[in-house]
């Protein structure tokens, strides 16, 4: 079974400039996350989709992170513009909803942004 | 507000030696808890993880973890290392809302 799937696993910008990570999960998996994860520190939740609707994005900063599951499949995090303290990596996650009282997430590979 | 503390953020330990990571949660309610291990290069993955019944759960790798209710505690252990178990490894902590909480992280080392 193919994992989860982010691009680009490496992304350098300016600041001020705008970029998108892409994230495609398991199939079949229709819980999808959005983690920050800052160097020493754990992940962060910035969003949940149960499909495609957001069910948690209190921690997303909407002044300038954005997000769309337009299909309930694949997921694109936007940030407009960045700043420089937005350099970490991040982490895209995804669940099957099952009968037990959690469901175990699945981490892709993050996506390691760098602003100068 | 939910917060997950490890107390150890860098570990070193030779070849043999036993471990034991420490994890402290602050949540009243029912959690369920976890060990994420994210070794060089590679993804987040569950090492083990605890909903409900035996408080002491097994994992991955000879890897196992206690859960002490009246602690607020998911200790993590493992006799004795090996080399390969140099990674970094997070407690999480979710509460019944899916939300979840993770600990900053210890990196273990282990010296061949």
């Known amino acids: 079974e193919a994992g989860v799937v982010q691009s680009p696993r490496y992304k350098i910008i300016e600041k001020k400039q705008p970029v998108a990570f892409w994230c495609n999960p398991i199939?079949?998996?229709?819980?999808l996350y959005w983690y920050l994860q800052n160097l020493g520190q754990g992940p962060e939740l910035l969003i949940r989709?149960?499909?495609?609707?957001?069910?948690?994005d209190s921690q997303l900063p909407k002044d300038r992170f954005s997000a769309e599951r337009l299909k309930g499949v694949d997921s694109t995090l936007k940030i407009q513009p960045a700043e420089l303290g937005d350099s970490a990596v991040y982490l895209c996650?995804?669940?099957?909803?099952?009968?037990?009282?959690?469901?175990?997430?699945?981490f892709g590979p993050g996506t390691r942004l760098t602003v100068l | 507000a939910q917060s997950v503390s490890q107390h150890n953020h860098h570990v070193i330990l030779s070849e043999a030696a036993s471990l034991e990571l420490g994890c402290n949660y602050s949540y009243g309610g029912t959690v369920n808890l976890f060990w994420y291990v994210q070794y060089p290069g590679q993804h987040l993955q569950l090492l083990l993880k605890y909903f409900s019944g035996d408080p002491l759960v097994k994992g991955i790798k000879g890897f196992e973890a206690e859960f002490i209710k009246s602690k607020f505690s998911f200790n993590l252990r493992k006799p004795s290392v090996q080399w390969s178990d140099t990674a970094e490894y997070f407690c999480a902590v979710m509460s019944r809302d899916d939300k979840i909480i993770f600990g900053k992280g210890t990196r273990l080392h282990i010296l061949p």
């Open positions: 989709y149960e499909n495609e609707e957001a069910v948690d």
């Open positions: 199939s079949g998996h229709n819980t």
């Open positions: 996650a995804s669940s099957f909803p099952g009968t037990e009282t959690y469901n175990e997430q699945f």
